[in-house]
C-alpha cells in the first residue's frame, strides 16, 4: 500500500498468478479481460460511481488457455496484469470465512482494523461501533448498486467475495452495460439460472447484506441482533429512495410528486417495449 494526499491506498496485481485464494485457478489474467477492466474501471470513477482504480496495465508474453464462451472450445491467448488500486480489497467474504471457520477472536481484531482505518466515524470505544458499521454498510451498498442501475451497469458475478465492505465496485469480470432497457440482462455467458441479471442486483445485494449480518452475529449482543435486522429491513427503502432520487434527476424531475414512480416505471416500460 501507500499513501497519496493523506489517503491510503492499497495495491493489487491481476493476473500475476496462483495466490493461495486461486480455488485451483492458474491466477492468471487474459489481454482483452485486463484492457476492460482497465477502462471500465475508469470509465466508473469518472461517472461519479465509487470503484477500483487501474494504475497500470502490462502485456506478458506467457500463453493463457481460456474457455472464452463456456462451450468447450479452449483457446491460447495472452496474458496481461493490471495493477489496480483501491482504498480496501476487504469484501464481505473476507468476514464471512472466519466466521465460518470459528476464528472469532481473529474476525474481530480484523473488523476493528477495518473500522479503524476505513470508518473514522465511529467510535472504537463505541459499544455499539459493530452494528454501526453493518449500518453504513448496509445503506452503502444500496446506494452503489443504484448507482450501477442508473447507468446500466451490470457487475456479473455480484457473490460476497466480490462485494466490498467500502461498497465499492471492484473485481471487473464478466461485466456489462445495458444497450437498451431490459432488466433480464445477464453480461455473464456462464450464468445459466440469471441470477445476477441486473434486475436481481438489488436482490442479491440484500443476499450478500444477509451473510454480512450471519457473519457478525457472534459479536453482537441480543438487543444488537436485534436492531441489525431492523437495520437489514430498511435496505429495499435505503435502495428504493435512492434508485428514485437518480432517475428523477435524469429525468430532470424538480421536488415531489406522487407520480413520479408512475412516471419512472412507465418510461422504463416504454423503453423495453422499444
Known sequence: YFYRHGER???QLKGSGKTPYSRNGDGRAVLRSSVREFLCSEAMHYLGIPTSRAASLV??????WRDQFYNGNIK???GAIVLRLAKSWFRIGSLEILAHSGELDLLRRLLDFIIQEH???IAMNDSNRYLEFFSTVVSETANLIALWMSVGFAHGVCNTDNFSLLSITIDYGPFGFMD?????????TSDDERRYKIGNQANVGLFNLSKLLQALKPLLDPRQKQLASQVLEGYGE???SRFTELFKTKLGLLGENENDNYLIALLLKVSLLC
Open 238 to 240: 435505503h435502495y428504493y
Open 119 to 121: 470508518f473514522p466515524s
Open 76 to 78: 491460447k491467448e495472452r
Open 59 to 64: 502485456v506478458s508474453d506467457d500463453d493463457v
Open 180 to 188: 437498451s432497457y431490459d432488466p433480464n440482462f445477464v453480461p455473464n
Open 9 to 11: 491506498w492499497e495495491l
